[in-house]
T-cell receptor, first 114, second 111 residues
Framework: AQSVTQLGSHVSVSEGALVLLRCNYSSSVPPYLFWYVQYPNQGLQLLLKYTSAATLVKGINGFEAEFKKSETSFHLTKPSAHMSDAAEYFCAVSDLRNDYKLSFGAGTTVTVRA | DTEVTQTPKHLVMGMTNKKSLKCEQHMGHRAMYWYKQKAKKPPELMFVYSYEKLSINESVPSRFSPECPNSSLLNLHLHALQPEDSALYLC??????????FGEGSWLTVV
């Protein structure tokens, strides 16, 4: 069965610093991988997705993620944090064997210090 | 345009009330979903409709009743809910086997 592990339930960064959110997945078949962001009191917004094309995926708001099959990882990065990046971030995986149902990680809360 | 629209944004209901949550998408997606999300937790899948037919029910209590009137609309009928059902209810849609897009959610409080 597919699953996702997000390392670190809470990440605090200074404004302008690197944001790194870690995600490891397990899947018995080639996965689709996603990062979603949830701002306070809002729904989930797709940041970026990996669907077996380029391993380095660029998303919205300056975020990018790299798919590393050998490490079963899909870490999310942003070179310079902005105050508006404060939110909850979810990594998710889906695959054909599970009818493309999304399995979410537990989430990582990002706070940005001025 | 990747928009899923949900109404109402906020709903307060008593345990004996009957109410409905509504969802609409005009992206031509053939799959629609209901998720439940509690605070500080990831969304949990409740139901999946594929081509207007219920394809997945994740053992959801019968006090939640989904309905898909057409390919663009999805409803969630609520009856005799419990306070622990208070949560954010998220609607989503996708082309089958592809990216799932979420709405802004409906905040439900059961009193």
């Amino acid at each position: 069965a597919q699953s996702v592990t997000q390392l670190g339930s809470h990440v605090s960064v200074s404004e302008g610093a690197l944001v790194l959110l870690r995600c490891n997945y397990s899947s018995s078949v080639p996965p689709y991988l996603f990062w979603y962001v949830q701002y306070p009191n809002q729904g989930l917004q797709l940041l970026l997705k990996y669907t077996s094309a380029a391993t380095l995926v660029k998303g919205i708001n300056g975020f990018e993620a790299e798919f590393k099959k050998s490490e079963t990882s899909f870490h999310l990065t942003k070179p310079s944090a902005h105050m508006s990046d404060a939110a909850e971030y979810f990594c998710a995986v889906s695959d054909l064997r599970n009818d493309y149902k999304l399995s979410f990680g537990a989430g990582t809360t990002v706070t940005v210090r001025a | 345009d990747t928009e899923v629209t949900q109404t109402p944004k906020h709903l307060v209901m008593g345990m004996t009330n009957k109410k409905s949550l509504k969802c609409e998408q005009h992206m031509g997606h053939r799959a629609m979903y209901w998720y439940k999300q509690k605070a500080k937790k990831p969304p949990e899948l409740m139901f999946v409709y594929s081509y207007e037919k219920l394809s997945i029910n994740e053992s959801v209590p019968s006090r939640f009743s989904p309905e898909c009137p057409n390919s663009s609309l999805l409803n969630l009928h609520l009856h005799a809910l419990q306070p622990e059902d208070s949560a954010l209810y998220l609607c989503a849609s996708s082309q089958e086997g592809n990216t799932i897009y979420f709405g802004e959610g409906s905040w439900l409080t059961v009193v």
